[in-house]
């Protein structure tokens, strides 16, 4: 089977984050790694050891984990940007500052950050290395970006078993030092295997349908429930 290659498109994308439901799915089923990992919060202890006045996350989703910022750094200014409006609607309930903006054209003025997040969604930037150009703009020199992607074999297993193909993106475990060094001098990696457990076929399929990629999934019938592999990486530059 010919591996899928994830094109970047805003229809799609947009239409998949216009509300909160395919994401709330797909974070659903993750656990940590076998030694207790968890993606987000190396991501976030990597934010609070850069010790920053002024934190901003891309991509804020739901606003989950500029809420853990917000709780870890009380005295620190956290500003959460996405490209939905419900994403940034549910943001702002936390009581953090939310607006839109594009990752491409971020409205703030150089070095306003001293560190900038960037959880699961650089693969969803149509220009990445504008969006990462965007990043390097925003830090202040020296400031820390951290960036979580996801790989190749990211769920694989479980989309091969349901007649589809692995994704294949523009920044991942395999590409993501590449676009990074880039734009910035130093780059390292944590890289981590999480796991998806999976209660049933319905649950199975429900995870795949939120992607809205349009693909007649059909996972197996029998052998539930079942645990995939989650192959992610932490990402931290300056």
């Excluded at 984990?65 to 959460?80: E, K, M, S």
């Excluded at 830090?139 to 990211?154: C, I, K, Q, S, Y």
């Excluded at 920044?171 to 910035?184: I, K, P, Q, R």
Aim: aromatic fraction near 8%; include cysteine.
């Amino acid at each position: 089977m010919s591996t899928r290659h994830e094109m970047v498109d805003r229809g799609q994308v947009q239409t998949q984050y216009r509300t909160e439901e395919g994401l709330t799915t797909r974070s659903s089923v993750w656990h940590p790694t076998a030694d207790g990992r968890e993606p987000a919060a190396e991501a976030l202890a990597e934010v609070v050891a850069a010790a920053p006045q002024r934190v901003l996350e891309i991509g804020c989703g739901t606003g989950a984990f500029a809420a853990r910022v917000a709780a870890a750094l009380p005295d620190a200014g956290v500003v959460a940007v996405d490209q939905s409006p419900r994403m940034v609607e549910l943001t702002a309930s936390w009581r953090l500052e939310a607006r839109v903006a594009d990752a491409q054209d971020l409205p703030f003025a150089d070095g306003s950050f001293d560190a900038v997040a960037a959880l699961w969604m650089l693969y969803h930037v149509p220009d990445l290395h504008r969006g990462l150009a965007e990043v390097r703009r925003v830090l202040r020199p020296g400031g820390t970006f951290v960036a979580v992607t996801n790989g190749d074999e990211h769920l694989a297993d479980l989309r091969r078993d349901a007649g589809g193909a692995p994704v294949v993106t523009h920044f991942s475990s395999e590409n993501g030092d590449v676009a990074l060094h880039a734009h910035f001098d130093d780059v390292r990696r944590q890289d981590l295997v999480t796991r998806a457990w999976f209660a049933d076929r319905a649950a199975a399929l429900g995870y795949l349908d939120s992607t809205r990629e349009g693909v007649a999934w059909s996972p197996p019938v029998d052998g539930w429930p079942r645990e995939y592999a989650g192959h992610v990486t932490v990402f931290v530059a300056r």
